[in-house]
């Protein structure tokens, strides 16, 4: 190639602009609407999320459903319905309903089990529309994506996460490896695919890369706090051996926002921490979790403060966010997006 033809090229490289950073839905346009129901998806898509996330758990007939926890008895009214079917801890799980079963529960906005609170009180009021939710499984929640993509004309990616997958298999259960089957067949299976398949449990993205063969984009979650049920080390997993390690088995990581960003009282300006700096390096993405504007991190000052850290100061390649449309707004103002 000629000289001119060089210096063309590199100079069109560096105007290019970077990709812009992705908005992914948590659990849907959570938000407004209680978490993981089809309504929530829906109005995620609309108000334009590029990907939308599904917390993955197993029925008792062996069918993935969107839900963030293992448990129902703070999402659902399962304890007023089937009273008696608590495990000896007091608590609900769906691995112990079938989908018949768990198709008559009435989902709620999150509260507290013991005293019946929401969570987050500002939010969706759903005692006023008893009824209107319901669970999902896996291929209705990639049925009705995948229709609005069509519809739309835009396409709004997944995020699926293998929820809880040590204690699954400790039930004799093996979550990834009925999940991904049902991946593969909405074409959901390669790099190129609109998917990131996400998870806590370093054991199981090993085993995700490895003796199950999953060949798409791969996330690995890094908790807040030190470890994980399968002994994961999340500190470990932040220092330059543990994402040279990392480099070697995912695509990115998901970090809490406390491992990139702290605020101190006061009105201090803001710490960070070097790991995004380490996961570019590796060639990593940065997806941290999660932009609650009723919720702020501890001492933050502002829903703008937060993604102005983390976009403008981390320089993150995207976030998970319970107000979609917040967080694509102030991207915009900030000239990231469209």
């Not at 198709?103 to 507290?112: A, G, H, P, S, Y």
């Not at 941290?288 to 504007?293: A, E, G, K, V």
Request: glycine fraction near 8%.
């Amino acid at each position: 190639m000629k000289l001119a033809a060089l210096l063309l090229t590199a100079t069109a490289a560096l105007a290019a602009p970077a990709s812009a950073p992705l908005v992914v839905a948590h659990r849907g346009a959570s938000g407004y609407l209680p978490e993981h129901t089809q309504a929530a998806k829906v109005h995620a898509h609309a108000l334009g999320a590029d990907f939308l996330e599904q917390d993955l758990v197993l029925s008792k007939d062996d069918v993935p459903l969107v839900l963030h926890d293992i448990y129902l008895d703070t999402i659902s009214d399962v304890a007023a319905r089937f009273p008696g079917r608590q495990r000896a801890d007091g608590r609900f799980y769906a691995l112990d309903f079938t989908v018949a079963e768990l198709k008559q529960l009435q989902v709620r906005e999150r509260f507290n089990a013991r005293t019946g609170e929401p969570v987050y009180p500002k939010r969706y009021d759903s005692k006023a529309t008893p009824g209107v939710f319901r669970i999902s499984t896996l291929d209705e929640e990639l049925q009705v994506i995948q229709g609005l993509n069509r519809s739309t004309g835009r396409v709004a990616g997944i995020y699926p996460e293998i929820k809880a997958p040590r204690w699954h298999r400790d039930q004799g259960r093996d979550l990834s490896r009925v999940v991904l089957p049902i991946l593969a067949r909405y074409g959901y299976a390669t790099k190129a695919d609109a998917c990131f398949l996400q998870c806590f449990e370093l054991s199981e993205v090993r085993r995700l890369r490895g003796e199950l063969g999953w060949k798409g984009r791969l996330i690995m979650l890094i908790g807040g706090g030190a470890k994980e049920v399968d002994g994961t080390d999340y500190g470990a997993l932040c220092t330059p051996a543990g994402i040279k390690e990392l480099a070697g088995l995912v695509d990115g990581i998901g970090p809490a926002i406390s491992r990139i960003v702290t605020w101190p009282p006061a009105g201090g300006a803001p710490k960070f921490t070097d790991l995004v700096r380490l996961a570019h390096e590796s060639g990593l993405a940065v997806h941290p979790y999660t932009i609650r504007i009723d919720d702020l991190p501890r001492n933050c000052p502002s829903a703008d403060a937060l993604h102005a850290a983390l976009f403008a100061t981390a320089r993150v390649d995207g976030v998970f966010t319970d107000f979609t449309d917040r967080t694509a707004a102030w991207l915009r103002r900030a000239g990231s997006r469209p």
